[in-house]
């Protein structure tokens, strides 16, 4: 798939719900969200399906994300599903990694390739109000676990706000080191504003080398994360869905007012 810019897209997020275990202070409110209806999310099969469409065109990259993937009834069922499908060569995820001590060996098994997770500070205190609801020892279980399974190379997201100090940063650096960890710092966004920059460490931000689309759980196709716009793969068809997304990839990212980082997959 070529975009109007003549990116090669081969990439897609996938937000398989947008629930969530913890309440992170710069993604979700602390009283929570108002959650999509069951009947309006995609079932594991609907999933299945788009990505079988999908890596017709030319897909080869799966990221699933949230919310957090892993609350997801069914999620290694899913990756199981995703692996059968001809032409796609990598499986990824996004997750805070509270309950990947339980799942990682049999995501593996089911074939996700590695995982991304997210990881602020390593002060226990801080990462509770970070996370309103968190245990880091949760995260680090997860860490280790993830690590045993061959979930790897295994990238550690930091995201740095206004409020981020160089002595947590330092640590957190520290302890990838120590761990064999990669490690990514994405600057706060904003989506309704359109703030956002490059990751360091990555090439999340770099609209010039974006090869992605997004679908969400309700089934829309997003062309850009800083897009308002979506196509929905039950009221256009799978295909016509993807077509329409690509042909609104906007030249770089601009604002999105019509969604949240919990229901978008970040």
């Known amino acids: 798939m070529l975009d109007a810019y003549n990116r090669k897209i081969t990439y897609l997020r996938v937000s398989v719900t947008d629930r969530c275990n913890l309440r992170c202070r710069y993604c979700m409110p602390e009283e929570g969200i108002q959650l999509l209806k069951h009947d309006d999310v995609l079932s594991l099969e609907e999933i299945a399906e788009v990505i079988r469409e999908g890596a017709k065109m030319g897909l080869k990259k799966i990221r699933l994300t949230g919310g957090e ?10 990756v199981d599903m995703i692996k059968q499908v001809e032409g796609i060569e ?10 990947l001590s339980k799942y990682a060996k049999d995501l593996k098994k089911a074939g996700l390739n590695r995982v991304n997770i ?20 949760d995260v680090k279980k997860g860490i280790k ?18 409020f981020s100090n160089k002595q947590n940063i330092d ?4 302890f990838c080191l120590d761990e064999g960890l990669n490690i990514r710092f994405i600057h706060q966004m904003d989506l309704e504003t359109g703030d956002f920059s490059v990751v360091e460490g990555g090439e999340g931000g770099n609209c010039q080398l974006c090869n992605r689309l997004r679908l969400m759980a309700n089934g829309d196709i997003k062309p850009c994360l800083f897009s308002n716009s979506g196509f929905n793969v039950k009221k256009h068809g ?9 042909g609104a990839k906007p030249l770089e990212g601009t604002i999105n ?3 949240k980082f919990y229901n978008i997959g970040g």
Do not use: C, W, Y
């Open 118 to 137: 997210s990881l602020d500070t390593l002060d226990a205190e801080e990462f509770r109000s970070i996370t309103r609801l968190g245990n880091i020892n």
């Open 238 to 246: 799978i295909t016509e869905a993807f077509q329409l997304a690509l």
């Open 145 to 162: 676990a993830a690590q045993e399974a061959g979930l790897t190379p295994i990238k550690i997201n930091v995201v740095k706000t206004k």
């Open 69 to 78: 993937p892993l609350v997801r009834k069914g999620i290694v069922q899913l």
């Open 90 to 99: 990598e499986i990824a995820m996004t997750t805070n990694g509270v309950l």
């Open 257 to 259: 007012q019509n969604h």
């Open 171 to 174: 640590a957190i650096k520290q």
